[in-house]
């Protein structure tokens, strides 16, 4: 964080630093889409998705921290192409291992390093005991630095190597501890604990240690809500901790305290990636709550998922506030996915699966979810249930086929379209028939087969026109008249979009009523109606 902020402050207003954290990521697949979410930019299906992320990036002068490499090390190779091909980004890869790749300047990070003996004005400059210090005065306001307790404070921070989350812990026990007593109990558990930790990085032993040493000073109850915190990725808010653990904001800060957790301006709650490691190893201690709490917080993602589904059917006012709000969540959204495909939930993913592929939709990362949805497709045709849950396949396959024409994916598009036709045929599945004839009319439109495009639009907004599908309806009016537009027909596109206008104008549809108009607009716009 700290070398962002220099970076940004000494560059010009060319360079942009951006920041991708890979800690909540599951595998070396999901690199390039976390990389290209934070670029702003958006990968089609058929081409080679690095490559596409190095020609987005050729000429930017960007500055990328790329953070927790250490456990997709597999995808290494999405950062030799980006420095092959990129010859003006930086690159700055955080990771407890080295990449071994060329052009690779290693710096280790060591702790602050504090000598023995200090006077008092020296010690206030010294950034471990100013650190020390800063999370003493959050327990203890009263606490100062004194020639008596100095020695002390100075012994704490070299026995914990210097490391500044291990010293941040270590400081949070100034709320029951001096200086003096911390010390001793550091001293007492880092023998006990010097067998079993040998055999990590001296670094992380330090802050494994004082985490133990952190962990035993708990109640129990805190060691349960803390271990239990450890499912959550990429942070969480108070609500979801009230509703999932039972905790209350007061047992919340009593962590913040501890600084085992911390609490960020926009009221989310973190855990350090390496902590979290920590607690979610500690959770096998108490199997009652280990499986519980993964699936209390599949089902409450799930429905976080279903409350907000309504926003993309008709009410588009508030359509940005929930996008943000999801996208604030959208690290537990994937855990909870893959957890329930993991344990073949096919509940938890149909609850979730509509307002995924729509916020999808909005968020412009197709490739993302599509990925999300062919895993399920995968599991789904290994375990043989595409006759057991029809619906759900079919309704997987023709969002799949819908992202795939919005992607220029040529060469999936018409096999996930046939297999959708052939389910709704046989299950009489209309939503899902009309979603991959929509999706069919934006693939053969975008090729220039207008005519196949005309046609299969039609059968959409028929099929629409007979369905209750706000959002989806006003998507298949607008594809045939973008189509019919393409065509030259001027007069079939503004009939079209006019009584896109008039039928929500009349069910009090505002948002899809305004689509309609943009459209009108941009029809006359065309033929220099102004």
């Known amino acids: 964080i700290e070398v962002g902020h220099h970076q940004q402050e000494k560059e010009t207003d060319k360079c942009v630093v951006d920041s991708v954290p890979l800690g909540p ?44 490499f ?16 990129c010859p003006s980004l930086s690159i700055l890869v955080t990771s407890r291992e080295k990449l071994n790749i060329a052009k690779e300047t290693v710096h280790n990070l060591r702790g602050f390093n504090l000598p023995h003996h200090l006077k008092l004005k020296e010690a206030r400059q010294q950034d471990a005991i100013q650190l020390f210090l800063q999370i003493t005065h959050k327990v203890d306001w009263h606490f100062r630095l004194t020639e008596d307790n100095l020695p002390q404070i100075i012994a704490i921070c070299r026995k914990v190597e210097g490391v500044p989350l291990a010293i941040e812990l270590a400081a949070a026990w100034s709320r ?6 911390i010390l001793k109990y550091l001293e007492t558990n880092f023998n006990l604990l010097a067998d079993s930790l040998s055999h990590l990085p001296e670094r992380h032993r330090s802050i494994r240690a004082v985490f133990e040493s952190s962990w035993q000073l708990l109640t129990q109850e805190e060691q349960i ?3 239990q915190l450890s499912v959550f990725r990429g942070g969480c808010t108070q609500q979801a901790i009230e ?9 919340t800060l009593s962590l913040v305290d501890k600084s085992l957790i911390h609490r960020y301006e926009d009221n989310r709650y973190f ?8 607690a979610r190893n500690k959770l096998d201690d108490f199997p009652q709550y280990s499986q519980t709490v993964r699936d209390r917080h599949a089902q409450y993602f799930a429905t976080f998922l279903e409350q907000r589904l309504s926003t993309f059917s008709i009410d588009g006012k508030n359509q940005s506030v929930v996008v943000q709000e999801i996208n604030a969540e959208y690290d537990n959204i994937r855990e909870m996915w893959y957890f329930a495909l993991d344990k073949l939930d096919f509940q938890i993913i149909g609850q979730s699966l509509e307002t995924i592929y729509y916020v999808n939709q909005i ?11 062919e895993d399920v497709q995968r599991a789904m045709e290994h375990h043989e249930l595409q006759s057991t849950r029809p619906k759900l396949y079919a309704e997987l396959l023709s969002m799949m086929a819908f992202y795939a024409a919005l992607s220029n994916s040529y060469n999936q598009i018409v096999p996930l379209a046939e297999k959708v036709n052939h389910l709704a045929k046989q299950y009489d599945l209309p939503v899902e028939h009309a979603r991959v004839e929509s999706a069919l009319s934006v693939h053969w439109a975008t090729i220039g087969d207008l005519q196949k495009a005309k046609r299969h ?13 706000i959002e989806e309806q006003t998507n298949a009016f607008i594809n045939l008249g973008w189509t019919y537009q393409l065509l030259g027909d001027y007069q079939s596109a503004g009939q079209l979009f006019s009584r896109l206008v008039a039928e929500n104008e009349a069910k009090g549809h505002i948002y899809q009523a305004a689509q309609g108009n943009i459209w009108l607009a941009l029809l006359n716009n065309l033929q220099g109606k102004y």
Do not use: C
Request: net charge negative; charged share 15%; no cysteine.
């Open 271 to 278: 855990i350090h990636e390496l902590l979290r490691e920590y």
């Open 25 to 68: 990521i599951l595998n070396a697949d999901q690199i390039v889409e976390t990389i290209a979410g934070v670029v702003g930019m958006s990968l089609a299906a058929n081409d080679n998705k690095e490559d596409q992320l190095a020609n987005f990036l050729r000429e930017s002068h960007a500055y990328l921290i790329i953070d927790n």
């Open 225 to 227: 809500i803390y271990s």
């Open 363 to 373: 968020r412009g990362t197709y490739l993302i979810a599509f990925q999300m949805f």
């Open 70 to 85: 250490e456990h997709v090390m597999a995808g290494v190779s999405v950062i030799q192409t980006l420095i092959h091909n």
């Open 176 to 181: 029951m501890m001096s200086p003096d007593e």
């Open 243 to 251: 509703d999932m653990l039972g905790a209350s904001p007061q047992q």
């Open 457 to 469: 639009g039609k059968i959409a907004v028929g099929l629409y026109s007979q369905l209750t599908n």
